[in-house]
């Protein structure tokens, strides 16, 4: 079983006190936005990017 994190993109962190960790084994995908721009004016290219993982892990 897999899954797949998405965080704000690196371009334009959530704020400078906070910034996402994950512990375990992983591939990090970065995306362009924050955590409002990703499903707004980035939603094009969040959609493509998460796209191109699930069809990544299903082959």
Avoid: C, K, Y
């Avoid at 998405?6 to 375990?24: K, M, N, R």
């Avoid at 591939?27 to 699930?54: C, K, L, Q, W, Y």
Wanted: proline share 7%; hydrophobic share 40%; aromatic share 8%.
């Amino acid at each position: 079983m897999w899954a797949t994190a998405l965080v704000d993109g690196e371009g334009e962190p959530a704020s400078d006190a906070w910034q996402p960790s994950w512990d375990f084994p992983h591939t990090a995908i970065d995306v362009p936005g924050n955590h409002f721009s990703i499903m707004n004016e980035h939603a094009t290219t969040t959609a493509r990017v998460v796209g191109e993982r699930i069809a990544a892990q299903d082959s």
